[in-house]
């Protein structure tokens, strides 16, 4: 679904920076964490846990948006498989962003570990206790973090890609609202 | 985004240039987070892997504390533990309780009569499903005081250099009072028999907000009768498991869950090092251990005895091991869960 908009409209932008700095953060802890013995592991596997169940609702909240306002149209010019790739990166990331967390989830309760997040809310688990469950859902985790990854370096590179090379705009249409101090070219 | 692309001005290499730093600073700053860039980081893969025995580890099993059996029962709180935690499981009441006696080894055949310290993981379950998981065992003090002298005793005692373990006493000098206890305490004939110790120090924190430092042990009802090695050698090497079981079936066996306090100054960060005796000491409940399943099929098998799973009203200290120990026990608990099929379940549809 496009719109005629030629930016993403303003929550769309904030849900995008805010989410960009919270899952980079998660990806991050996640290696980190799973890699070291020092006490700050505790710390790290706490934030993650919560900061997961944050992306979530953030996720669910940024896919009704995305619903109800759509996206702005990409550049007639771009080339038909750099479209598809455009468009496959959107449902990848949507994907990610709501299955990572879900997987997590999944794989405490199928482990039987209780949820606990901010330190005093719990969770319900969402499976029930199975190691043959634990250990598809955590490789599943594990695995798609790194797809994951590999994926916003992919996103990055490209939206650099649009910005310093084609300068098409398309960078623009997620950029922040930067004071303008002449109207948008026609 | 009207405007049409500017037409080529040849090859932008400065800005392929650009976007091909950005892709590799980010790269690197992730693998360099996931400890590839560190080989000599201690990571929970690395401690784990120098727990395994010379033959490898045993598949689908725990990788350390290996050999052991399940138990079910309750604990029975009194009430006294609220005056300084205001966790649920200290009002007084009665809560389920699953657990696993076991030995320090991590080798799936040891003979019990070899096996110098015995081990209990709990997990007592309060009424609003928060839980509180402790693993101990039978010694007094923790053999070394800090998590990479555990790594290096480990790396020690299956050095094939006959002075590796010389070498690690003489960097580690506190192994030798755990050394001192090896040799000297008494063995027994039983796991009923045998006081948990939680070595590590928590945090307990009342009603009031205040907080307590505090360690815990399980105090056996049981009476300790003294046997000698050679004598337990006799029973055979799995005498531990049956000997717990047929007592188990003729009466239930207990303990007393004694919480002790710290002074202010005692060492709260070093579970090598035993707080005075004079310390307050608060009963708190009783253990009672109604039924023991073999763990292939028992409720055990599938509990992470992560010492950090604590409910509201307990927390980890300054202590620097149970963070070590939740680390290290999930690697292993991710690992024997993905072995399943080296340990079969002998019954169809798990427990729980």
């Not at chain 2, 003294?226 to 717990?244: A, Q, V």
Request: aromatic share 10%.
């Amino acid at each position: 679904m496009t719109t005629s908009r030629t930016r993403f409209t303003a929550p769309q932008r904030l849900l995008h920076w805010l989410m960009a700095i919270c899952v980079l953060s998660m990806l991050f802890i996640g290696v980190g964490m799973v890699s070291t013995v020092a006490s700050k592991y505790l710390t790290l596997v706490q934030i993650h846990k919560s900061l997961g169940i944050g992306i979530l609702l953030l996720a669910l909240i940024r896919l009704a948006l995305r619903i109800c306002y759509g996206a702005p149209a990409l550049p007639a010019d771009i080339s038909e498989p750099m479209k598809l790739g455009a468009y496959l990166s959107q449902y990848a990331f949507y994907a990610l962003m709501i299955g990572m967390p879900l997987l997590g989830w999944g794989m405490m309760s199928a482990a039987a570990y209780p949820i606990v997040i901010f330190g005093v809310l719990h969770l319900p688990p969402i499976l029930p206790v199975s190691a043959k469950l634990h250990t598809l859902l955590w490789r599943a985790h594990f695995y798609l973090a790194f797809v994951f990854f590999a994926l916003i370096l992919l996103h990055v590179a490209a939206i650099l890609f649009h910005k310093l090379v084609r300068r098409d705009g398309v960078f623009e249409t997620m950029a922040p609202e930067i004071r303008r101090a002449k109207p948008e070219p026609k | 985004m009207a405007q049409s692309p500017p037409p080529p001005r040849g090859f932008p290499l400065g800005s392929l240039a650009i976007i091909a730093a950005v892709v590799a600073v980010a790269a690197t700053a992730f693998a360099y987070t996931a400890g590839w860039l560190s080989p000599h980081r201690l990571t929970p893969k690395k401690l784990v892997a120098s727990l395994a025995p010379a033959e490898g580890p045993a598949l689908g099993h725990r990788r350390n504390h290996t050999k052991g059996i399940c138990f079910s029962g309750t604990f029975d709180a009194n009430g006294n533990g609220s005056a300084l935690s205001k966790a649920q499981v200290f009002i007084r009441g009665q809560y389920p309780v699953i657990g696993r006696f076991n030995l320090a080894s991590p080798n799936l055949n040891a003979v019990d009569a070899m096996v110098r310290v015995r081990g209990l993981g709990i997990q007592i379950t309060q009424s609003d499903h928060q839980e509180w998981r402790s693993a101990m065992i039978d010694a007094p003090i923790f053999p070394v005081s800090t998590p990479q002298g555990f790594y290096e005793l480990q790396m020690a005692s299956g050095s094939k250099d006959p002075d590796a373990m010389k070498k690690f006493i003489g960097a580690h000098q506190e192994f030798l009072s755990f050394l001192g206890w090896a040799k000297s305490a008494p063995w027994t004939g039983s796991y009923a028999e045998q006081r948990y110790n939680s070595l590590d120090s928590f945090v307990f924190t009342d009603q009031s907000g205040a907080k307590h430092s505090i360690r815990w042990s399980l105090v056996p009802a049981a009476q300790t009768v003294p046997i000698s090695p050679d004598e337990l050698t006799k029973r055979g090497p799995d005498f531990l498991e049956k000997e717990i079981t047929e007592r188990v079936a003729a009466a239930p066996q207990r303990w007393s869950l004694v919480v002790t306090v710290a002074n202010p100054g005692d060492p709260t960060a070093d579970p090598n090092k035993a707080w005075p005796a004079d310390r307050q000491t608060v009963e708190v409940g009783t253990l009672t251990v109604q039924q023991i399943e073999a763990e292939q099929d028992g409720p055990c098998r599938d509990i992470n005895f992560d010492p950090t799973v604590l409910p509201n009203g307990i927390g980890t200290s300054d202590d620097p091991f149970p963070a070590v120990r939740s680390a290290a026990y999930s690697r292993s608990f991710n690992s024997r869960t993905a072995e399943e099929s080296h340990y079969p379940r002998t019954t169809t549809g798990g427990k729980q």
